[in-house]
């Protein structure tokens, strides 16, 4: 019994397990048709989209054809009436065509009249040719004509630049006789007070005369004062009533000369300023050393066109440099005046009495005269108006190394002695420059003789030669 129901259990055992295989594979099977319905599923949603999008992309595209069936409409419609304004047009052209037709008519009428016309015109031009012809004729000859008269124009210009000429000339003629006539008031004046002069000086004379005829007269020229009143009576009086011009002046005598430098204004008045007597001269004769001024002056003229500055050693109150400075307007030159003095007499390193043997007492005297308190302030106070001069304190040639040009137009020296003069010019005359002046102020004076044969000996040594001049300078030309 439990063996039949056992194998019964075995039997609904196998059964349940064949059922449970059957309903595996149901389910498998099941899983299976899932997993297809799902992926169908899946392409039914992707081609359901898709439809979507065909469906959207449908919707627009017909939204596009529906605007331009909308802008085919209108433009039918410009087209229409594009049509009309062309029919409108074509009417017009016709008519135009119409016009044009009747003016090409008239046209071809102006053209033959036109043709007329030309032919007319070159007669007319031929006319006009021969017209020209006889008008280029007609202007060589009034060129020929025109080249004479401005021949005679240049020659009429020549005549009156002669003629301007002539007028000046006879305008500077009457100035100048002008000027003789006031000259000729002015010195008739002068004659005037003159003879008053001469009445006195005739009665002066008169009682010299008295002492002359005594015998006086050689014993009054023993004296040196009386001698000295004697000459400048006879050079100021007595020559001045037989000669057209006296210059009586630092020993220096001329007679009809015509010291031309008295007509500068400039120099006039600076040598004015300046002029007084002179500690070594007993004649202080009226002209005082206006002709050695004028020397220096010439020289400086000549060299403000050369290269170089200018140089004076020996400066003592600085007259000299400055009558030079303002004639020859100093302060507008583009160069440097440089002044050298001690401003306190002679050094005696380089100066002593032997230099002076023909006036034992010279050195003491000329220490007297040149030591003046203050004279270094008062020369930079005169040149204070030129800031292109410099003043230079100092015993010469020592000096020089302190400061001085590297080249030289005018070169003026004044140092009454032998060693510092030599000295001076061993330094700087081989800076002057081609052209360049050297003045010599003591050379033809009989007190420097020394010092007259120590510098012709320099010169000589280099070629050159001293031109002595009437006033007691020196004068040497650079080559």
Request: charged letters at 30%; proline letters at 2%.
């Amino acid at each position: 019994m439990f063996k039949n129901i056992y194998t019964k259990c075995l039997n609904h055992a196998g059964y349940a397990v064949i059922m449970m295989d059957n309903l595996e594979t149901e389910r498998r099977k099941y899983q299976e048709d899932k997993t297809d319905l799902s992926r169908q599923f899946e392409n039914l949603e992707t081609q359901n989209r898709k439809l979507h999008e065909n469906k959207t992309d449908l919707s627009r595209q017909l939204e596009d054809l529906e605007a331009q069936n909308e802008k085919l409409q209108e433009d039918r419609t410009d087209l229409s009436r594009k049509l009309e304004n062309l029919e409108t047009q074509n009417r017009k052209l016709h008519e135009n065509k119409t016009d044009l037709s009747r003016q090409f008519e008239n046209l071809e009428t102006q053209n033959r009249k036109l043709q007329k016309d030309k032919t007319d015109l070159s007669r007319q031009l031929k006319n006009l040719e021969t017209q020209n012809q006889k008008l280029q004729k007609d202007k060589t000859d009034l060129s020929q004509q025109f080249e004479n008269l401005e021949t005679q124009n240049q020659k009429l210009q020549e005549d009156k630049t002669d003629l301007s000429r002539q007028i000046e000339a006879l305008c500077c003629e009457r100035d100048q006789l002008l000027q003789e006539r006031n000259s000729l008031h002015k010195e008739r004046e002068e004659m005037r007070q003159e003879m008053e002069s001469l009445r006195h000086e005739l009665n002066s004379l008169a009682q010299e005369n008295e002492e002359v005829v005594q015998g006086n007269f050689e014993r009054m020229l023993q004296n040196s004062e009386t001698t000295c009143v004697f000459v400048n009576k006879i050079t100021s009086g007595a020559l001045g009533r037989h000669h057209r011009s006296v210059f009586w002046g630092d020993r220096l005598l001329t007679l009809d000369k015509a010291a031309g430098f008295y007509e500068e204004d400039k120099f006039k008045d600076c040598h004015s300023q300046i002029n007084q007597p002179q500690n070594y001269d007993q004649y202080a004769g009226p002209d005082g050393i206006a002709w050695r001024l004028n020397t220096l002056v010439w020289a400086a003229k000549c060299a403000l066109n050369l290269p170089g500055d200018f140089v004076e050693c020996g400066v003592f109150q600085g007259d000299m440099s400055w009558v030079v400075a303002n004639v020859i307007d100093w302060a507008q030159v583009d160069k440097t005046f440089y002044l050298y003095d001690t401003f306190e007499g002679f050094s005696s390193k380089y100066t002593s009495q032997e230099d002076f043997p023909f006036n034992p007492k010279f050195l003491d005297f000329a220490n007297k005269v040149y030591q003046i308190p203050g004279l270094f302030e008062q020369v930079c106070e005169r040149f204070k108006e030129f800031s292109n001069v410099k003043i230079i304190k100092g015993v010469l040639p020592d000096a020089l190394d302190e400061e001085s040009p590297e080249k030289i137009a005018f070169l003026h020296i004044d140092l009454n002695s032998v060693k510092p003069e030599i000295g001076v010019l061993e330094v700087l005359f081989d800076r002057v420059v081609s052209g360049g002046i050297v003045i010599f102020d003591d050379y033809g004076w009989l007190e420097y003789l020394r010092q007259k044969r120590a510098e012709d000996a320099f010169m000589s040594e280099r070629g050159y030669s001293i031109m002595e001049l009437p006033t007691g300078q020196g004068l040497v030309v650079k080559r």
